[in-house]
């Protein structure tokens, strides 16, 4: 197994495959990265995003980003919601301004276009993860679900991943203290208020690291009882107090 790291988004990436190495792996996914990073980014003022909140048109690779977000928006019954740039910034978690935030499906997208990068040069038995959104190619791959503990970076449990995604959604690392619990970074589309709860996690498995990523916000917000979409694993995780 080879591994590779960097920095991107705010975040690190981590790669590790098996097999022989691509001429040019980690410039092509430094490459890949920056590209939609300069494309999703809210933090950037030249940025795809930013300039379509200031009123430009959507370039066709953010279009292609925020069509997605659209149609888990509608599928989730508005749970994810990504026009809430507003709110986020009113709530101490983002750079404010209005419009639409693309940080809850922006990580898992960018993960699976690092995929798609890979197996073009013919590397398939790979993990890539970036800020904990982790996809898998061929072969089987152990990674760690981490307990939705503020104090610890311990281990929840593992999992196995074979040409699966897997994004977890939480409110244990972005968060300020409230009277029941946590103030997450996740807004509630439906009173546009910071979720409050003890810390928690939810983690999804998908096919697409995208999907996997905002169904995490959706069912974050909906809770631990609403029933799983198709296609979907769901696993829930919670630090008694």
């Known amino acids: 197994m080879k591994i590779l790291t960097g920095e991107s988004m705010g975040t690190t990436w981590k790669l590790a495959w098996r097999g022989a190495s691509a001429p040019g792996m980690e410039k092509e996914i430094t490459q890949t990265l ?3 990073e300069n494309v999703m980014s ?3 003022p030249d940025s795809d995003l930013s300039r379509f909140n200031r009123g430009q048109p959507a370039t066709p690779e953010l279009q292609r980003v925020i069509d997605l977000a659209d149609e888990i928006r509608q599928a989730s019954d508005g749970a994810f919601d990504h026009r809430l740039l507003k709110e986020t910034g009113e709530a101490g978690f983002g750079p404010g301004g209005n419009g639409i935030d693309l940080s809850a499906i922006g990580k898992g997208f ?12 013919g590397v398939t038995d790979f993990v890539f993860e970036l800020g904990g959104e982790i996809l898998a190619g061929d072969g089987e791959w152990k990674v760690a679900i981490e307990k939705p503990d503020p104090t610890t970076q311990e281990t929840a449990m593992t999992v ?6 897997l994004a977890t959604s939480g409110n244990y690392r972005l968060f300020q203290p409230a009277d029941g619990g946590l103030a997450s970074h996740i807004i ?13 996690s939810v983690s999804v498995l998908a096919k697409d690291c995208a999907i996997a990523d905002a169904w995490a916000t959706a069912l974050f917000v909906l809770g ?5 979409p198709d296609g979907l694993e769901v696993i829930w995780n919670e630090v008694e107090r």
């Open 224 to 228: 631990r009882d609403f029933p799983t």
């Open 34 to 36: 920056a590209k939609w």
């Open 110 to 121: 960018a993960v699976d276009r690092a995929g798609e990068s890979l197996r073009k040069m």
């Open 188 to 200: 509630d589309p439906r009173t546009h208020q910071p979720i409050i709860r003890p810390p928690s």
């Open 42 to 44: 809210q933090w950037q």
């Open 160 to 165: 196995l991943l074979k040409n699966r995604a």
